[in-house]
């Protein structure tokens, strides 16, 4: 087979059908069935921003012995074959009546047995990504092959990262981080919070994302309310503290990190909550090992910042990151998911500053053997003024 592919060389996806398929004979299954950009982009190398018109599903098939199927629409066959993958079916999609179940039914027939037991991922943090009348008329034409839950197969492999992702997700971390350093160009008193947003994606893409997937943030005096809403077109005033997050993404890889900014000289109270993030952020980089919870993170990230008198913000403090924004595992007091060699993760521990607001600090790192190794550049351990 000719040594063809994107974004990586075609072993690099050649070890991961390799894995998935190991944990597919431990699980009893027969093949993979996958829908989501995410899932096929792990498998094939496919990256495209088509992805974002809902008209057409995608379907990749991985037999438990042997290379993957694509079963795709026509406009995508070109780029898929610049793939390594071997066997590409196409039909003329959208197809009002019959948009691309037939051909799947008949390959999935060719491929596996009668008795085929084929994974599809079900659990949380996964999605369908085709019509739920084609799914349910494709189960009833392949059986007595069956679907089952695949979401423990997928995620037990995806969730540990190659050295070739780790850098991948590092590049994408060093272009953010550019970018904040160039936050003072054009964040300042009197500029409105939507200009900025603005200004802060096109720095993004000067400094080498290829999209920006996400950008958030939020401002106000000594914090902010919440970190999700649109930016408006409310201008900086002294005394606010400016906070930018980005999904930026390079080679189909995100970062996820935010900085914060002190409009004008910083408050006692937005120091001293920005010095208890930073503080406990340290601790928890120091002390990161494989083995612990990710309960666990969730435990000393709010224990150090209680220890520096500061009140944790509700929700998560963290989650994995990789081909999507943000991944299993969730950094909560109910995940028992065990941090493993080669995760990369989200350090996000928030916490309140005084009336409601709050300030949120994160990281990225990979785990290593012997801890955590930070991906994104450090934050600074004192809050930046923007004068």
Not at 182 to 197: M, S, Y
Request: hydrophobic residues 40%.
């Amino acid at each position: 087979m000719a040594e063809r592919s994107l974004i990586f060389p075609a072993d690099e996806f050649r070890g991961r059908v390799a894995r998935l398929q190991h944990q597919m004979t431990a699980d009893g299954l027969d093949a993979l069935f996958l829908t989501s950009a995410a899932d096929i982009f792990y498998v094939t190398g496919f990256l495209t921003r088509f992805w974002e018109s809902p008209a057409r599903p995608w379907f990749l098939i991985v037999p438990a012995t042997g290379d993957p199927v694509a079963v795709i629409p026509s406009i995508g066959a070109e780029l898929m074959g610049r793939t390594w993958v071997p066997t590409i079916r196409t039909w003329d999609a959208p197809h009002p009546s019959d948009d691309g179940v037939s051909l799947l039914v008949d390959t999935l027939c060719d491929l596996l047995p009668d008795t085929a037991r084929i994974g599809v991922p079900m659990g949380l943090e996964t999605h369908l990504r085709m019509p739920i009348g084609d799914y349910d008329r494709v189960a009833k034409s392949i059986a007595p092959r069956r679907f089952e839950d695949a979401t423990d197969a997928v995620q037990r492999v995806r969730e540990i990262k190659t050295d070739a992702e780790v850098e991948a997700i590092r590049t994408a971390c060093t272009i953010a981080g550019r970018a904040f350093d160039r936050v003072p160009e054009f964040a300042a008193k009197g500029r409105p919070l939507d200009q900025i947003f603005r200004d802060f994606q096109s720095v993004l893409l000067q400094e080498g994302a290829d999209w920006v997937s996400y950008v958030a943030g939020g401002t106000g005096p000594d914090g902010y309310t919440d970190v999700i809403s649109p930016a408006s077109d409310t201008p900086l005033e002294v005394g606010d503290i400016l906070m930018l997050d980005t999904g930026a993404v390079r080679n189909g890889y995100f970062c996820d990190f935010d900085r914060n900014y002190a409009v004008g000289p910083s408050s006692d109270t937005a120091r001293r909550v920005h010095d208890a993030l930073w503080q406990a952020t340290e601790d928890v980089l120091n002390a990161l090992r494989p083995g612990m919870l990710a309960s666990d993170v969730h435990r000393l990230l709010s224990e150090g910042l209680v220890k520096r008198g500061a009140q944790p913000g509700g929700g998560r403090l963290g989650h994995g990151l990789g081909i999507t924004l943000t991944e299993w595992p969730s950094f909560t007091p109910l995940d028992g998911t065990p941090l493993r060699e080669g995760m990369v993760l989200t350090l996000e521990p928030g916490a309140m500053t005084d009336q409601g607001r709050m300030l949120v600090h994160e990281e990225n790192i990979v785990m290593r053997a012997n801890g955590a190794e930070l991906l994104s550049p450090r934050a600074p351990l004192e809050l930046p003024e923007l004068i």
